[in-house]
């Protein structure tokens, strides 16, 4: 069953069916956002993504609202504060990457100017010469967390299946995959 299937089964306040309809496969012209997205990818691996999708807002809470800048200077102490917070995933691995990912996207700013410059830059690629990029600049990145990621910020297509209504309002939007 896909993503599309799965969610007309659900009620329209659903987190499924919430997600699925206003941010799945929508572009991100936002690096504080684009940046989120990533962060909630990696929280999801291993775990269920209902999951994250119900802690998203704790996610955005804990993580200063996705800002690049602050959860780049996160101390010590912040990581005992998100390995304490029960609103978002305590695994030390997903937190030491958020931190570590969040000072790499600076420097990415630095260098092209925004997150989303670069990977406009890197614009079209393959999954997997996608996947080699993320695993030289990024931390906990695999392919299926590198594959969502873009799937689910406009940069690879898949997100909607072709009958799926939904999947003419990101068209209206043109995710970065049609405009190769």
């Known amino acids: 069953m896909t993503y599309c299937e799965f969610v007309r089964q659900k009620a329209e306040d659903d987190v499924h069916k919430i997600y699925h309809d206003t941010e799945y496969g929508f572009p991100i012209n936002n690096d504080n956002e684009l940046f ?78 925004s997150f989303q410059n670069w990977l406009d830059e890197h614009h079209p690629k393959t999954k997997d010469e996608w996947v080699k990029l993320f695993k030289k600049n990024f931390k ?21 299946d072709d009958d799926c209504p939904i999947q003419q309002k990101v068209l209206a939007q043109k995710p970065k995959w049609t405009q190769v």
């Open 140 to 160: 906990f990145v695999g392919g299926e967390i590198v594959n969502e990621f873009l799937m689910s910020s406009g940069y690879l297509k898949g997100a909607h």
């Open 36 to 113: 989120g997205r990533l962060i909630l990818e990696i929280n999801q691996a291993g775990l269920s993504w209902t999951t994250i999708l119900k802690k998203k807002e704790g996610f955005r809470k804990a993580y200063a609202n996705f800002e690049i800048p602050k959860v780049a200077s996160f101390t010590e102490e912040d990581r005992a504060r998100l390995l304490s917070d029960a609103g978002i995933i305590r695994n030390k691995l997903k937190v030491n990457a958020a931190i570590v990912n969040a000072q790499r996207i600076v420097e990415i700013q630095k260098e092209f100017g």
